[in-house]
């Protein structure tokens, strides 16, 4: 058991309304698979006096910001003070967190975007979990499925961790920064306060509190 990689290493579970998906669970990407009717459940459960239920698996929070250009395609819950800016697409199974952005032709699908995280421009966030204040510049994706098909697994040092998912996108710890137009790969897992250069093509496991330059280039601790 690669203790770098599990939940509390990664995200702060208090940072999110979907905290209670991870009860039970060592490593995030576990969750991915629970995401649907888990905002199903939580959708049931939010007051009415706080959040707006559009379409019978919508709901949004009345102090969130909607452009009325985006497409909303449930299960979806948009979390207080979110922002879907204009033509947003939103296929589904996810949650997006509090004061959280989602911009311009971005995408995202079965997902958990944590509070205050932002992917505002031209992103792809597709079966993957973005920590808190994570946030992914201009033309930064998560590619979801690898080339073959094949389930993913995560290589970190000598070890090979098998996910028993077919997609899967990246985890993004909290306080993440990734540069413009780079390219996270099937299985990526970026620690804690980690910065990612743009145009990287990452793969594989970002330390916490390093640099990601390229691959096989990880600089030290910042």
């Not at 999110?16 to 009717?37: Q, R």
């Not at 997609?167 to 306060?193: H, M, Y």
Request: charged share 20%.
């Amino acid at each position: 058991m690669n203790h770098s990689l599990q939940i509390a290493q990664l995200l702060d579970v208090s940072k999110t309304i979907a905290a209670d998906i991870f009860n039970g669970l060592t490593y995030p990407w576990e969750a991915l698979p629970k995401i649907s009717a888990f905002v199903l459940q939580l959708g049931a459960s939010l007051s009415p006096d706080e959040y707006t239920q559009t379409e019978e698996d919508i709901w949004i929070s009345k102090t969130a910001k909607v452009a009325p250009t985006a497409y909303l395609h449930g299960p979806l819950i948009i979390c207080d003070g979110a922002e879907i800016r204009h033509c947003a697409f939103i296929r589904g199974s996810a949650i997006v967190g509090c004061g959280s952005v989602v911009g311009n032709s971005t995408e995202l699908k079965n997902c958990i975007i944590f509070d205050n995280a932002q992917v505002p421009h031209y992103n792809y966030i597709g079966d993957s979990i973005l920590g808190y204040k994570a946030h992914l510049g201009a033309g930064a994706i998560t590619s979801n499925l690898k080339s073959d098909r094949s389930l993913v697994t995560i290589r970190i040092q000598d070890e090979k961790l098998d996910t028993g998912l077919k997609k899967f996108g990246a985890i993004v710890g909290d306080n993440v920064e990734v540069g413009c137009n780079s390219v996270l790969n099937p299985g990526t897992v970026i620690g804690r306060d980690a910065t990612v250069y743009p145009l990287s093509m990452v793969r594989g496991v970002v330390p916490a509190h390093s640099i990601y330059k390229k691959q096989g280039e990880v600089a030290g601790k910042i």
